[in-house]
């Protein structure tokens, strides 16, 4: 089963390369995007056992964002029907300036859509550092092509700001996993391989300084990737230029894909007793993240590039709860579910908006309610949630870091936590609130009614999100305990 989880994405792939026409091809997107589903579904009823030689290998850690990646690439499939037929192929009149462009071919940008998706199980699907790391680069160099995909100067800045920055991210990261061998180097019993399994049993005897080293260099290198701040400048540019869809992707899914390598090298270091050392640098980077998104949030007057700045905050709590440990480790693994299914939906209906519009200027998009009114209401519900504001997920995922920040003794980190929070609340309510209410600008034509295609994925997410507000299922609560459990005792 495991091992047919990558092979559907690529089967995929080949098959809307070859497929000549735009419906059938779209179809087979959205019936590969199912298929991925179920088939990350049925890990949980039957677990798998490891393939491909003992490359792919799930645990809890790897199941919660593959599941993640899963359902967010299903919605963003179902999504792309309508946005695709709105699109075409031919030239358009550019968001800003008025010059034209021309989108990339339909079949390139399914093929490495569904490409995305095979690498990103891949990533999710091992316990193997090396492995990871090819993924977390096939991750990459699948996705610049989408965030390419009009063709137009400022996407193509964007696109090779986000090869250049991710790609010396990667080799950093490479060279950590070079000292993670290092540091467990024994000329009497060699390493067998770089998968967990073989590590951590090892991990107490490891070198300690190179361990130090080591996770320096991986969170450097897939903090790059994950848009952690100072290393997160790639992360507005691609997220306001790719199609919205795009966007809902490397937000929701991506950018978990990155944090988890981090989080392998993590459990290294917990199996090693050095927990304390990596959760230091993480509630660091966590904290800078916050407060460089609260700088560039206040006063944005991109609406994408707003949603991209909230993608680098809500990245830092994940870093902060994760470095906190105990309970705030549970917390951030809620808050990498709320998080990918609220921010996958505010992209998706920054589509919309922009569709209509026909600008990212929070300024010039005034009258949305009265333009869309379905859109409206859920952009307005996306942001409440994004924000923390109860009833929803976010909410809670965020209290719980915040007590446990509070119970270990944080009292500064959770201070400066709150008060970040609270700027970035008020920066973000100004361009959305502005935004929904207002007149409809007079260059703005009331569309018709809005299409299910492009309402009912964003709706079914925050629906999600807010059911989490309100109410754990057991089965997840345990899930995620057992998540940040695994984090806890290295493995």
Known sequence: MLAALPLIPLTAALATLAIPADGPRRLVLIAAAGLHALGTAATFAWPPEPAWGGLLALDALGQLF???????????????????????????RDFQDGAAFINAPERIFTMCLCLFLCAMTVVCATRNLSVLWVGVEATTLTSAPLIYFHRHRRSLEATWKYLVICSVGIALALLGNILFSVAFFDPSSPLASMDLAAMLPRAPGAAKPWLRAAFIFVLVGYGSKMGLAPMHHWLPDAHSQSPSLVSALLSGALLNCAFLGILRADQVLAGAGMADFGGELLVLFGLVSLATAAVFVVGQGD???????????HMGILALGVGIGGGAAFGAMLHAVNHSLTKGALFLLSGNILAVYHTRSCHDARGVARALPVTAALWLAGFLASCGSPPFGIFVSELTILKAMLAGGHAVAATLFLVLLAV?????????????????????????????????????LLAAVL????????PLTAFLTKAAQTLAVGG
């Open 66 to 92: 593959l599941s993640l990646a899963s359902l967010l690439f299903l919605a963003a499939a179902i999504y792309a029907a309508g946005y695709l037929r709105h699109e075409g192929s031919g030239p358009k």
């Open 303 to 313: 609406y994408k590039r707003l949603l991209a700045y909230s993608s680098v905050e």
């Open 424 to 460: 970035i609340f008020v920066g973000m309510s100004v361009p959305v609130l502005r935004m929904v209410q207002g007149p409809l600008p007079p260059a703005v034509k009331r569309p018709g009614p809005e299409s299910p295609l492009a309402v009912l994925p964003p709706l079914v």
């Open 467 to 474: 059911v989490f507000g309100l109410y754990l299922p057991g």
